[in-house]
């Protein structure tokens, strides 16, 4: 079988493992470091994927940049040729009106390439047929095209993001293999910076923290937010009514030196609202601005601003299902879509893992031979059989107990959806200071978010459209009993849920224990977030399990739905 990776260096490094019509699966470097949102060069990843595929043939490598980008964990050691350093915009109009009539673009692109291939031949020991690099914006365009759609239908794709390959935002028609750029907004004219710029002003990490912000921007009000509104945030960006696109007054480069020099004086969560606000404003008028040129076509969505989920509330709400949200849009999205463009060349669909279940998996055998390797726990089975422990699990949820479930593939992108998961009781309120407290030690306004079972979602939550629903990127307002039944699973002050919707088909084994529970305590929920350490990335390996339960007071963890064991410590005298 002939296999192809598409590589992403940068921000949540990452590759996707790929044949000519089957996405066979996509790992994060993060998930060898441990380094959350790891950019060094995905090394580990590629020799995880050789050794476990045997793979000494390759028939393409494609690069997700037009630029080829080498980083050892968050350090810069080696870029492609540098672009100049404009200061003017327009003397940036007329040198890259001169660089594109001259070449030098495409000069750049094809040192970058040849870099990169130099780089992989030195590196390892696997025969290429083909080398290829593709552009930034047109990953992402093709990661939400492949990942969700019907590749005989005509789409719009609309990406937002920090920037990359020179671009913010795009939008582009998309039909089959054929990509048309109609618009974009440069790299100084973006959206996700600003976002990015107010999260670091603010003292959070930018490229981390901005889903920090986006959860406290609901405490705030708008009378009490709308001097910084319109006097700051609306007097920087705006849609450009010729292109349709987001432009700024200063350069992108230059928001964090602005913002600082004008939030003096202004409560945090004052400006957490007047940005999320600024920003639902210019998402909701370009995607306004476009879908009146394009009334006929479905909208695809992606690029890191569609983590957002206040946002996509928003926009499901005026469109409904002409909208479809990319699930975790970020760059961690590049290499499916290059992999997506790839396979669209001859195929009008692409096979996929269930959900985003396209991590490494492992055997409870040797699950347990990791957890073996500590010297100040033992970990004691009390329960044997899928059943009998998925019985337990959920009697011992029930009782306010928190545990994990290890169980399967590993989930790619940044949501639990079930497989990597801390769970709890989504009624009691004691649950989720358990799981702050204890295990994740997040900010406490930041909510926890549900897994609802399919067939239920109607009694908790209000919704208007069904598709996406199973990744956790949207948000939904609940109803009074979803307000009592999801009370630790709900943002507290305006009552929205960012649930996962689970139909059995999609993970029986986490679906059956959520119906265990259900038939225990009449809440068809369960309280889900992600598995690991506040600050580390989405547990992958036996090893980062055995991180996590050491380095948390998890007692419990469900593995592979075969085993119920408990951590228990060992009395040293």
Excluded at 47 to 73: M, T
Excluded at 467 to 476: G, I, R, T
């Amino acid at each position: 079988m002939a296999y192809s990776i598409a590589i992403h260096s940068g921000h949540n490094s990452n590759v996707c493992f790929f044949t000519s019509n089957q996405i066979i699966e996509v790992i994060a470097e993060e998930k060898f470091s441990n380094i959350k949102d790891d950019n060094s060069f995905p090394k580990q990843s590629i020799e995880y994927l050789k050794k476990k595929y045997s793979i000494d043939i390759l028939e393409n490598v494609i690069f997700c940049s037009k630029r080829f980008w080498i980083h050892k964990h968050n350090k810069e050691l080696f870029t492609g040729p540098p672009t100049t350093r404009i200061f003017f915009k327009s003397l940036e109009n007329i040198i890259n009106f001169a660089k594109i009539r001259l070449g030098y673009n495409s000069y750049l692109n094809k040192r970058s390439l040849l870099n990169g291939i130099n780089f992989f031949k030195n590196n390892f020991h696997i025969k290429v047929k083909k080398f290829s690099s593709m552009d930034h914006h047109k990953c992402h365009a093709f990661s939400a095209y492949g990942f969700l759609c019907n590749l005989n239908n005509k789409y719009l794709s609309i990406v937002i993001d920090g920037q990359g390959d020179g671009k913010s935002t795009s939008i582009s028609l998309i039909d089959g293999n054929s990509y048309e750029l109609l618009s974009f907004s440069n790299w100084y004219n973006s959206l996700g910076e600003l976002y990015s710029a107010t999260t670091k002003a603010l003292g959070f990490k930018k490229l981390q923290h901005e889903y920090k912000i986006m959860g406290l921007a609901a405490y705030s009000e708008e009378k009490y937010f709308s001097k910084i509104y319109k006097n700051i945030f609306k007097k920087l960006m705006y849609l450009d009514q010729n292109t349709g696109v987001p432009k700024s007054k200063i350069s992108s480069r230059d928001f964090e030196k602005y913002l600082l020099s004008k939030f003096k004086g202004f409560r945090f969560d004052s400006i957490a609202g007047a940005l999320q606000k600024t920003v639902e404003d210019l998402v909701m008028n370009t995607f306004e601005y476009w879908k009146n040129k394009y009334p006929d076509l479905k909208i695809i969505y992606s690029g890191g601003v569609v983590m957002n989920v206040k946002i996509n509330k928003l926009l499901s709400e005026k469109f409904g299902d002409d909208i479809i949200f990319m699930p975790s849009g970020g760059d961690e999205s590049l290499s499916i879509g290059a992999a997506s463009y790839f396979i669209s060349q001859n195929h009008t669909s692409i096979k996929l893992p269930k959900l985003t279940y396209y991590g490494p998996s492992f055997e409870t055998s040797k699950i347990m031979d990791a957890l073996s390797k500590t010297n100040n726990y033992s970990f004691d089975i009390i329960c044997e059989g899928k059943k009998n422990s998925i019985d337990e699990a959920a009697n011992l949820i029930s009782k306010g107990e928190i545990l994990c479930r290890y169980s399967g593939a590993t989930e790619w992108g940044a949501r639990s959806l079930g497989n990597r998961a801390i769970l709890a009781d989504p009624s009691n309120f004691d649950s989720f200071n358990k799981v702050n407290n204890y295990i994740k030690m997040r900010d406490f306004w930041m909510p926890f978010a549900p897994t609802i079972l399919f067939e239920y979602k109607d009694k908790y939550l209000y919704f208007y459209g069904e598709q996406n629903n199973q990744y956790m990127v949207n948000a939904f307002d609940s109803t009074e009993e979803g307000q009592q039944k999801l009370k630790a699973a709900i943002h507290s002050k305006d009552k929205t849920v960012r649930a996962q919707i689970l139909k059995q088909d999609d993970n029986p084994g986490y679906y059956n224990l959520i119906k265990q529970f259900y038939e225990i305590s009449g809440i068809p929920a369960l309280l889900n977030t992600s598995l690991n350490v506040h600050g580390y990335p989405l547990v992958s390996s036996p090893e980062q399990l055995l991180f996590t339960l050491e380095n948390s007071q998890l007692d419990y963890c469900l593995i592979n739905d075969e085993i119920l064991i408990k951590k228990v410590l060992i009395n040293r005298k």
